[in-house]
């Protein structure tokens, strides 16, 4: 379905928004909390001569301590950055850089976020060791293989991340950071889809670099966050030169206004995270009953307990996914990562937990977000029902 670029700038939709691992909607009490600082309040965090800038310093201050505590972090392990891509980016190549050779390997898996796998086949290609490991049917990696590799005593990373972007599943961070720690090992964890949606504690899962973002806890686009322990923090590389912000580890002006709704919409996911996760689970389990129910064939991908509470990714047997949206633009779906979209090869997520590429094109991706309600997944059920059926006549 093609739709003129002014279209898409209107935004102008009444589809059911069922996609919110691609993105979130800003909570309208983030929003509000955001607006003053791009207006009424100006300062530079970093201004240190007036009330403005000490202001908005504050602000900022304010904020990391809303991320920390979602997280069970201390407030200056907090280092913004632009999104989780930049933060995933900057923890393999920033402590990668800084490896001693006889420890220097990096150890990662084949479901891992695109721009965890491209920065780590990057690495490669310029002569740093990197294994990249399989992941079982359901999409979790064997922690038994992570230890296998860091037993051989020359890994001095371990990238997993908590949880999948397509298929949901929650991976064994902590059995694996405890597993790293005692190996010598730093590990880093990309929790980007986890953030908000289960509860996490950084010490626990053995983490010692942390890559979170605010877009997919409905906060705003363009900030995350790189979580640091002491010993990452004294060891990683400076990903950018500038003026020394952040204790010189990320230079650049913080934009106040997205921290602040950075840490708001930590604060939200805190608050209310039980229910969310109560809720959401509910809406999408009902989701998958009623359209079972109705609808032969569908297979879920993925781990049937171990996964996001919203996430429902599965393959229609004679039917195209594209297809099935094209017949439904009532609802907002998709066939898999928006951060790949760009990209017509089948998901290598769905690839790496065995499906072919049959399987793969009859896929779709469902995010059960706070926003959805009863009456919308129930009409979502219709639609879908309706759009498969129109799907397989029309093959």
């Known amino acids: 379905m093609v739709r003129s670029v002014a279209a898409k700038a209107r935004g102008v939709s009444e589809a059911i928004y069922l996609d919110h691992h691609a993105t979130t909607p800003v909570d309208p009490d983030v929003l509000a909390e955001m607006l003053p600082w791009f207006t009424d309040r100006p300062g530079n965090p970093h201004s240190r001569h007036h009330e403005h800038g000490w202001s908005a310093e504050a602000a900022v201050d304010l904020a990391r301590m809303e991320i920390s505590e979602l ?8 280092i913004f950055t632009s999104g989780a891509t930049e933060a995933n980016n900057w923890a393999l190549t920033g402590i990668g850089a800084s490896l001693p050779a006889e420890r220097n390997r990096v150890v990662t898996t084949n479901v891992e976020h695109p721009c965890v796998l491209e920065t780590a086949r990057r690495m490669a290609a310029e002569g740093h060791p990197v294994t990249i490991l399989p992941v079982e049917p359901g999409g979790g990696v064997d922690p038994r293989s992570v230890i296998a590799e860091l037993d051989k005593g020359d890994v ?210 469902i995010g059960v977000g706070r926003t959805n309600t009863l009456a919308e997944i129930d009409t979502a059920v219709d639609v879908l029902a309706g759009a498969i059926n129109k799907a397989r006549q029309d093959r």
């Open 71 to 78: 997280i069970s972090a201390a407030p200056d392990q907090v």
């Open 156 to 365: 001095g990373l371990v990238s997993v991340m908590l949880a999948n972007n397509e298929v949901g599943t929650i991976q064994p961070v902590a059995e694996i950071g405890r597993a790293a720690r005692a190996a010598g090992a730093l590990m880093h964890c990309d929790a980007a889809q986890a953030l908000g949606r289960i509860r996490m504690d950084m010490g626990r899962l053995g983490v010692d670099l942390l890559s979170i973002t605010a877009h997919k806890l409905y906060g705003p686009k363009g900030i995350g966050a790189l979580v640091l322990s002491d010993v990452a923090r004294r060891i990683i590389r400076p990903m950018m030169a500038g003026g020394g912000q952040q204790d010189n580890l990320r230079s650049g002006t913080i934009p106040t206004p997205l921290a602040v709704g950075f840490g708001a919409a930590c604060r939200l996911a805190q608050d209310q995270m039980d229910d969310d996760i109560r809720q959401i689970g509910a809406l999408r389990d009902r989701l998958w009953l009623e359209l079972t129910a109705r609808i032969e064939g569908l297979h879920l991908n993925g781990a049937q307990l171990m996964r996001l509470p919203g996430n429902l990714n599965f393959r229609v047997d004679g039917a195209d996914a594209d297809d099935i949206i094209r017949a439904a633009p009532e609802i907002a779906i998709s066939t898999g990562s928006a951060c790949s979209s760009e990209s017509s090869d089948p998901s290598y997520v769905l690839q790496a937990i065995g499906l072919d590429d049959l399987a793969i094109r009859s896929s779709l991706r």
